[in-house]
């Protein structure tokens, strides 16, 4: 009978941790990881990416629709080039659509900003491996006070 | 001088041997032929004694540690007006390290000792011997159910952990000092991912329980049988598993999250 009553306490344990796996994983993770179901690659080269790093979100309009996956130089000039894997859900960009490194808040991560483009019979759409060419870099706080200070002298 | 050098060299050699026995140890516990039926209640009783009766004292400090981080984090983050950042770095800080390491911490200190001092007397008052006059293996029939009860019990410990130290920073930072729920949650869930902070976790807490139980295992079943080597040995234990356990933690940050 004791014997019983250790299985039963075991049981009652493994449960236990069972459901603190279950709240760990529903209530404190996010559970809708946009990346893990089928993806495709998109390529953006800008000037500068600021605090841009991988793993940052890609929104549209603030929605999650991916993650940038690398981050290298290319090209003679060295120019950085991202690599955005984007879920297959939302595979209609047409190649007129533009994309810029945004900031969440003043002191926010950075993430990219894909602003879909119009489409009618002339443009295409974006493919895997496809690069996006209308980008815009980030803001880099320095280069604007720099700015600032320039276009106050002039006056 | 040459007695200093050939001091070194014994303490090297003791070293060295002694990692073998407790490799060859474990080897002959663990490899060869599983006998379930045998098994399976020994190994009920052990993870009874390992990990259901650890269970008052990991809740308790669990919540304890998220109360607290809740609290310091809170007097830090609201200077920044930061405060809805408070859910992700209680979850995070859980999640990645405290859960795992004070489960282990702890671990070494409750069930650790015991099983050290278990097998200490075990030997001493020569029941392992009995065992092997009666033709049973004490490896298997001793050190095996313990080694795979703490190896066990000891992940299901460090989740219990970070869940109820993650629902402590919830009582504090919500509750008492008015975060918004909805923010403490989803800025969490945002933060927190299944793969990189759950899963290493439990990783993590799965080497420290390998680590813990084999060297408490190993300090019993060695220990000189008298009444001070197995007090030796039992505090042994406790000091060389808790810092195996640090130690281990860096290198597993570094390799995880480095």
Redesign the interface.
Known sequence: ME?RN??L??G???I??V???L???L?????S?VTNGETYKLYAKFDNIGGLKERSPVKVGGVVVGRVSKISLSGDYYEPLVEMTISQEYSEFSDTTSVSILTSGILGEQYIGLNPGFIDDTVEMLKDGDQIYDTKSALVLEDLIGQFLFSQGKD | MLDRVAALGRTTLNTIAGAGAAFFMLMRALVGKPTLRKSWPLLMQQMYSVGVLSLVIIVVSGLFIGMVLGLQGYTILVDFGAEQSLGPMVALSLLRELGPVVTALLFAGRAGSALTAEIGLMKATEQLSSLEMMGVDPLRRVISPRFWAGFYSMPILALVFSAVGIYGGYLVGVRWLGVDDGAFWSVMQSNVEWGQDIVNGIIKSLVFAFVVTWIALYKGYSCTPTSVGISRATTSTVVTASLAVLGLDFVLTALMFG
Do not use: E
């Not at chain 1, 209530?27 to 559970?31: L, S, V």
């Open positions: 014997s250790t299985q306490a075991v009652f344990f493994v236990i941790g459901l603190a796996l709240f760990l994983g209530q404190a993770a996010n559970t990881v």
